[in-house]
């Protein structure tokens, strides 16, 4: 799958590539079919400069959507997607932070082994939190007022 990607810059999908061998496939027969692109945004390489889009579920994968970092060949790491507005303060453990820290790097690495997949599905199912909040300011201004202010150009929530 790298040598899908390698080739590929900022916005540009695999199935971009003009080699077939670099696009996604599989070998059937001995004759390469490549695969379909029915969502139009797997193994595409993203954007520094451009607003992220929406991650999915399984994003560790590059064949998952908007996965793919805008230089290296690999996908995000959990680092990187926690900065799509998770807060610092979020808990993705019962063992704190400073604890998590203090690990030996062999219990680290387990600690990930046995957590990530579980971290990476929840950022990908995730409602980002601005979005939540403004969400919430609205019910709160609702039940508070009884109605929702209407700005030009907005709809009535109610």
């Not at 040598?3 to 996604?24: Q, T, V």
């Not at 999915?56 to 060949?73: E, F, G, I, K, R």
Request: with cysteine.
């Amino acid at each position: 799958m790298r040598a899908w990607i390698h080739d590929i810059s900022e916005g540009e999908s695999a199935f971009d590539n003009e080699d077939i061998n670099k696009r996604p496939h599989k070998i059937v027969d001995g004759e390469i079919v490549v695969h379909n692109n029915k969502h139009g945004d797997k193994y595409t390489r993203q954007c520094w400069d451009k607003v992220g889009p929406c991650v999915h579920t399984y994003m560790a994968n590059l064949a998952s959507q908007n996965t793919v970092h805008p230089v290296d060949d690999r996908a995000f790491s959990i680092r990187e997607l926690l900065l799509m507005n998770i807060p610092n303060n979020f808990k993705w453990s019962e063992i704190s932070e400073e604890e998590l820290n203090n690990l030996p790097l062999e219990e680290k690495q387990q600690f990930l082994k046995e957590n990530e997949a579980n971290i990476r599905e929840c950022i990908g199912e995730a409602v980002p939190t601005i979005i939540m909040q403004k969400i919430a300011k609205n019910i709160k201004e609702v039940l508070i007022t009884g109605k929702k202010s209407q700005k030009k150009g907005q709809t009535r929530l109610i």
